[in-house]
């Protein structure tokens, strides 16, 4: 069974950073591409961030030149390292494999921004 663990969240200032991660187990992690996705409140879930199976990464435009996305192999983790957040970035961030996630989600880890 696939699992997904989300961590590094937590109350930062605007302009400050954080670094999260998802460990994955149970699946071949490596030969996926992997995305972070974030829900704010009321909102629907949206991709932040790719990275494919050969480390080739796309943003979202709202993150482009703010966020990095990376990924360990060895250790079966994705990163997401996010510098200068605004308010906006506030929500709750998953990982997941792209186009075709798995079925079951992490319970994602809260990231929120005050101004």
């Known amino acids: 069974q696939v699992q997904l663990v989300e961590s590094g969240g937590g109350l930062v200032q605007s302009g400050g950073s954080l670094r999260l991660s998802c460990a994955v187990s149970?699946?071949?992690?490596?030969?996926?591409?992997m995305g972070w996705y974030r829900q704010a409140p009321g909102k629907q879930r949206e991709m932040v961030a790719i990275?494919?199976?050969?480390?080739?990464?796309n943003y979202a435009d709202s993150v482009k030149g703010r966020f990095t996305i990376s990924r360990d192999n060895a250790k079966n983790t994705v990163y997401l390292q996010m510098n200068n957040l605004k308010p906006e970035d506030t929500a709750v961030y998953y990982c997941?494999?792209?186009?075709?996630?798995?079925?079951?989600w992490g319970q994602g880890t809260q990231v929120t921004v005050s101004s």
């Open positions: 997941n494999r792209y186009v075709t996630p798995f079925d079951l």
């Open positions: 990275i494919t199976s050969g480390y080739r990464t």
């Open positions: 149970g699946t071949s992690f490596s030969i996926y591409t």
